[in-house]
């Protein structure tokens, strides 16, 4: 291992600037389905699901419904099992920490790219496992990736939300595979090409990360991945000291020692519970709307094939701003934490009332994503792109800076994978809703948006709770202090 201290500030770049490149690159590609999905209709996929069927004035018409169901299915499988497995790889993590993890993932992500690269309209079937490892490796990569928000101290949050913007915006990867299909290189080169990346991840795997965990906070000369020269502990201080971040120092100072909780009370406490509807009620709007919007345009353009093609290369387009729109939430985070802290708010509770405007900030992007989509407005869905973004941005960044501030850092794998695989339970509803639409409403998703938008509301039970847990708290403080002066 390194012990090479004046080099740590190289070392942190560079972990932090490839881990970027590899969440936008290869992480969340799956979230590009829709430029994908055009391809596999383009070449046939499930093409024997479509069927000739007469209409009302006698003219032979091709439905392709049953394609567009076997597609859906596709991406919901990789929806879910993307959230389902999470729960397993955040508790190997935790267990074993990030070299074994990125090891499974890494073998994962060269199976599903394989598969994609191999698979012909004849192997359509190919699509199921291939797009879920795509999508679970994926969610590794970010997963580890996370931690290195643990490097940059104060910066932690918006670290972490760079980091997820970077996961969300690797949807534009299928919008090139896309426009290079279009300009005449067949899909298995690019899928051929994305295996072939896998020796990025290998070369970061040993050489810029951890085998084990980052620490929060970091001890004193903290060093990992490629060395120098051999240490005799690695991965841990040279000495016994500590160096603590701002925060941490803070919260040392003023706030006695404290056992941590469990894992089991993690689990039952209100946090986790409404945490987990305020997720997966907004993941499910969004996967919803993802996984129906090559359906969807069809509708709003009449069939114009050429029309529906532009409206998916904006969409793929606006997947890219992600990561210029997740700092600003992290920066938000941030900047209150300060705030709150120069006011005398201990540390941890500083931290815990920074999280509740971007809460509230999701759920209502959310709100206003939903309202968006559900009117059928072909121009209209232009912003309607955008509100999904910014939901996005603001879902994943929160949801791993909420969960990393609420809970002890010991149980963060296992309590955002609980999170995130419980939520793969409610996003099989986006599978029904297909269903619904295609079976009961013509093809219009016009009454689910509606029904989608009002459940997106409770999804403010959470932002709701915990600022009036913070209001508690400041309550019991300010009591305690009066207190201490009667006393006097």
Known sequence: MLQCPKGFGVRQMLTLITGMVECLCFAGIVFGWASLVFILKTQGYFGSHCVNSTEIDGSQVLDCSGQDEQLSGVFTAASVMNN????????????FGSFVVRLLGICLYISGTLMLAFSTPALSLLLFPALPLIAVSGRIFLITNIQVANLFGDHRSTIITVLSGSYHSSAVVFLIIKLLYESGIPIKASFLFMAACSIFHVLRTFFLLPRTLIPYPLPQNYTY???????????????DGTQKTTDQMETAEEEPAKPEKTFREC????????????????????????GTLNPALHLLTDEDSSLVSQFINAFAFTQLCAVLCSPWNGFIMDRLKRKYRDAGMKGQEAELNSTVVSLFLASFLALLFSISAAIPVLLLQ???????????????????????VAFPPCHFGKVYGLIVTLASAVSLLQYAC?????????????YVNIAMAVLVLFSLIHPVSVFLHCRKLASQQTQQVSLEKIQQ
């Open 84 to 95: 389902f497995l999470t729960l397993l790889t955040g508790f190997i993590f935790d267990r």
């Open 225 to 239: 991945g490629f060395s120098c020269g051999k240490s005799s502990k690695p991965e841990e201080s040279v000495n």
């Open 267 to 290: 689990i039952l406490s209100r946090f986790f519970f409404f945490c987990l509807i305020w997720f997966s009620v907004i993941e499910l709007r969004i996967y919803l709307f993802i």
């Open 382 to 404: 232009y912003f309607t792109f955008a509100m999904q973004v910014l939901t996005r941005a603001f879902l994943q960044g929160t949801l791993a800076a909420f969960v990393s």
């Open 434 to 446: 297909f269903v619904v639409v295609e079976s009961l409403l013509d093809g219009d998703p016009l």
